[in-house]
């Protein structure tokens, strides 16, 4: 496995954000957790939004934000399990 792990969304086909393979297994655990926390606590606060007292666009943001944290968080563990192959 090269030393840098491409992430899933990185746009227009560019390989921007990179995951560093060689990073300690704890590392690379709290980076995923992180970003999972971080996303499920977005998801958490979408959920006790009001219909009545929400800016139209919130949804969307909170839905982008937490779909991109959800992903980093995956790409980074899926570096742990190829290490483990």
Do not use: W
Not at 35 to 45: D, F, T, W
Not at 54 to 64: F, G, I, K, T
């Amino acid at each position: 496995m090269s030393q840098y792990f491409p992430q899933t969304d990185n746009p227009v086909g560019s390989n921007v954000l990179l995951i560093d393979t060689h990073a300690s297994v704890s590392a690379l655990l709290a980076c995923a957790e992180q970003r999972i926390q971080a996303a499920k606590n977005l998801l958490r606060c979408l959920a006790l939004m009001s219909a009545r007292s929400h800016d139209p666009h919130d949804l969307s943001a909170v839905c982008e934000a937490s779909s991109l944290l959800l992903q980093q968080g995956c790409d980074v563990l899926q570096v742990l399990v190829l290490q483990d192959a």
